[in-house]
């Protein structure tokens, strides 16, 4: 039945007067699955636009990803499987992808969802004229072809390694969309998809409310509703955590490791840790005329101590980084240059570079003092200390450091968007297939795309190019050890490491899955135990 209306009536009731040790009890019956309750999570960073092609930033592409589907998805073991595409077929030549997509999938508003819609989707993403960081996988395709309404052809002029998960791209509806601006759509904050959750509300700076989703045509989830809070310092969402106020929530580690280590936290909540996929760098503006000497860049390196940031500071809770790969991927290149804590030769480098010491220590090159300022967002307290270590230590060889604190959407669209800072740290996802182009490749430094730091490479380009034209696994995997090596004696970032993903959520929340993929593959299975609910819902559908 078509989705024409919908009203939602919510009542929120605390069901529980039981004691806090009669809850632990109860919380430790797994019960059956039944339909009901809300998660709340929550986010430093407000989403900037839920038109997924619209934003790079974390924030909107979790909210975005309960809206709306692709063609094709990871599964829990990081195996490519079908979403919108029950299933597909590769040409002999590799050059030709056929997507047989679902029937009788509708948009959240009772539209039909056909192949038009991905043809929509493909051409706005490669319009000129839109603003998008993910253009490039689709420009490659040479013919894109509606062959029937549940039909849908791709022809590539040579082989690309990542064509098949490339389409796990948020489709978009057309019927909403074609012929009209996408930048000043409505969609942006109040978005259509074929998800799992129906977009509800969005209070700005407080939070994004989105229902379940009754003819998701995987099923209904079992939560009925996902709240995303905007809470933008890591201590007081521990603190709303701690009261019951958000159900879920990444822990800083020291909130993991010693915050969190009591008898009542445990009798709540259930803790969860994996390598995450991401890792943080310092980022380098490759125009400042300091840092375009690689040399500089070198010297910061190895002024930085990384062991003492993860011992220090993470307590243990992430590895190294080197390159932009996590050291269990096939892609990963152990091999490269690495930059031990090593202040003399961090000097050496430097008094290289033309610089030398002078006044009160300083360093100075042709007048000029070297000094310069990290930009950091707000909220993310293992970030802003990283940075204050690092200006710590890159005193102690004469760079004067500053330190800037910038709110989540102005740090994105005022400075990182801009080009306008001088270092900056930041972390990237890991994408499970090893292709970076985007971040990496010269032709990337557009307005919205990913590669703002300005990094020019020919060979990078060329492997880059290389590896995404191969369907060779050990060729491709010599290109990105190369790629890897490049990366390791420019250092146009500084690679800090690869923390751990350390998760606390509340214990009546069953089915969650631990996987190669992380925790939230199967987040439309989890499910409340009736007599376990914290809050209740009352929803009534109209057609």
């Known amino acids: 039945m078509p989705i024409k209306k919908i009203i939602v009536c919510i009542s929120i009731?605390?069901?529980?007067?039981?004691?806090?040790?009669?809850?632990?009890?109860?919380?430790?019956?797994?019960?059956?699955?039944?339909?009901?309750?809300?998660v709340i999570t929550a986010s430093i960073g407000e989403p900037s636009n839920l038109i997924p092609i619209l934003a790079t930033d974390s924030p909107s592409h979790e909210v975005s990803s309960y809206i709306y589907n692709g063609l094709v998805k990871y599964d829990k073991n990081l195996n490519i499987v079908g979403d919108l595409a029950e299933s597909w077929e590769l040409s002999s030549d590799s050059l030709s992808l056929i997507f047989h997509l679902r029937k009788n999938v509708k948009w959240h508003d009772g539209h039909p969802f056909t192949a038009h819609d991905?043809?929509?989707?493909?051409?706005?993403?490669?319009?000129p004229k839109t603003p998008t960081a993910y253009a490039g996988d689709f420009l490659l395709v040479k013919q894109a072809e509606v062959l029937d309404d549940y039909t849908f052809r791709v022809t590539y002029s040579k082989p690309f390694a990542p064509s098949l998960i490339s389409w796990s791209t948020s489709i978009l509806p057309k019927h909403l969309l074609e012929g009209h601006d996408i930048t000043t759509s409505r969609l942006i904050r109040t978005p259509v998809g074929t998800g799992p959750y129906i977009f509800k509300e969005w209070v700005s700076g407080d939070r994004v409310v989105l229902v379940a989703n009754e003819y998701y045509f995987e099923g209904k989830p079992y939560i009925e509703r996902y709240i995303m809070r905007i809470i933008p310092d890591s201590a007081t969402m521990f603190l709303e955590l701690k009261r019951y106020s958000i159900d879920m929530a990444g822990l800083t580690p020291l909130q993991f490791v010693r915050q969190t280590d009591y008898p009542t936290f445990h009798r709540e909540f259930n803790k969860f840790r994996y390598l995450a996929f991401s890792y943080i760098y310092l980022g380098y503006n490759l125009k400042h005329h300091?840092?375009?000497?690689?040399?500089?860049?070198q010297a910061i390196s190895y002024a930085i101590?990384?062991?003492?940031?993860?011992?220090?500071?993470?307590?243990?809770?992430?590895?190294?980084?080197?390159?932009?790969y996590k050291p269990d991927m096939w892609a990963y290149n152990s091999e490269v240059k690495k930059y031990t804590y090593n202040r003399n030769k961090a000097i050496a480098l430097l008094n290289e570079a033309g610089f030398k010491h002078g006044a009160g220590g300083m360093l100075f090159k042709e007048g000029s003092l070297f000094e310069f300022t990290i930009l950091v967002n707000q909220g993310n307290d293992v970030r802003i200390r990283c940075a204050e270590l690092i200006q710590k230590?890159?005193?102690?060889?004469?760079?004067?450091?500053?330190?800037?604190?910038?709110?989540?959407?102005?740090?994105?669209?005022?400075?990182?968007?801009?080009?306008?800072?001088?270092?900056?740290?930041?972390?990237?996802?890991?994408?499970?297939?090893?292709?970076?182009?985007?971040?990496?490749h010269s032709s990337k430094q557009g307005v919205k795309e990913l590669n703002f730091i300005s990094f020019e490479h020919k060979e990078v380009d060329e492997l880059l190019v290389k590896a995404r034209h191969t369907l060779n696994k050990?060729?491709?995997?010599?290109?990105?050890?190369?790629?890897?090596?490049?990366?390791?004696?420019?250092?146009?970032?500084?690679?800090?490491?690869?923390?751990?993903?350390?998760?606390?959520?509340?214990?009546?929340?069953?089915?969650?899955?631990?996987?190669?993929?992380?925790?939230?593959?199967?987040?439309?299975?989890?499910?409340?135990?009736?007599?376990q609910r914290r809050y209740k819902i009352n929803a009534a559908v109209s057609p």
């Open 13 to 38: 009731l605390l069901l529980f007067s039981c004691t806090r040790n009669k809850e632990a009890t109860l919380y430790d019956d797994p019960g059956i699955p039944a339909y009901g309750d809300t």
């Open 118 to 127: 991905v043809m929509y989707t493909y051409n706005v993403t490669i319009d």
């Open 290 to 297: 300091f840092f375009k000497d690689k040399r500089v860049r």
């Open 305 to 324: 101590d990384k062991k003492e940031i993860i011992d220090g500071i993470l307590l243990g809770q992430g590895v190294e980084a080197a390159g932009p």
């Open 393 to 440: 230590r890159l005193s102690e060889i004469g760079i004067k450091v500053k330190i800037r604190v910038i709110e989540w959407a102005s740090f994105i669209n005022e400075f990182i968007d801009k080009k306008n800072f001088e270092a900056v740290i930041l972390g990237w996802t890991i994408p499970h297939d090893p292709d970076i182009f985007d971040i990496w």
């Open 474 to 531: 050990e060729e491709r995997r010599r290109y990105y050890f190369r790629i890897q090596e490049i990366l390791a004696e420019e250092q146009p970032y500084t690679f800090l490491f690869i923390p751990y993903a350390n998760l606390a959520i509340h214990k009546r929340f069953k089915g969650i899955e631990p996987a190669p993929s992380g925790l939230m593959h199967n987040f439309i299975k989890w499910y409340v135990p009736e007599g």
